[in-house]
């Protein structure tokens, strides 16, 4: 019997939210596109760590959508002061704690056998990302 892959799923809510609205004029559909993901994962393996990064306070709502689909939402607080005491918006600051979280997972957590060989596939070789789209 093969053995099924455990993965992370992590991503930038934030990025998905603004593209959706730009383009489309609309939210995006986060049952749908959960479904979609876990459906094109599935004969792989399964997600055993899901987070989803935004500041919250510009999507109400959206933690508890999140949280109804086992995704943890993070919290990434994006407002900022500059010096002229404006308040601004800390670009990135989403992608950052998402790549911070992913390499904390890949060079600290090796003693969780479950998800070890994910860990050293990421490692050693290059990771395909397939977006979807709902």
């Known amino acids: 019997m ?5 993965a992370a799923l992590f991503f930038d809510d934030e990025n998905i939210r603004i ?4 383009v489309f004029g ?6 749908a596109l ?8 599935a004969p792989s393996g399964s ?10 306070e510009r999507f109400p709502g959206a933690p508890a959508e999140l949280q109804r689909l086992a995704i943890e939402p993070v919290y990434v607080g994006a407002s900022r002061r500059t010096v002229n005491a404006a308040v601004g918006v800390a670009k ?14 890949v060079y600290t ?5 479950s998800i070890r060989p994910s860990l ?5 070789r290059p990771v395909t990302v397939a977006p979807q789209a709902s």
């Open 109 to 113: 957590r090796k003693d969780d056998r």
């Open 34 to 41: 959960w479904e979609s993901v876990s459906k094109r994962f």
């Open 26 to 31: 609309a939210a995006p559909d986060l049952t």
């Open 120 to 124: 050293w596939g990421l490692r050693f």
């Open 92 to 105: 990135n600051a989403a992608d950052i704690q998402l790549a911070l979280d992913a390499q904390e997972l």
């Open 47 to 56: 997600f055993v760590i899901s987070k989803a990064y935004a500041d919250w």
């Open 19 to 22: 593209g959706m609205e730009k």
């Open 2 to 6: 093969a053995s099924r892959t455990q």
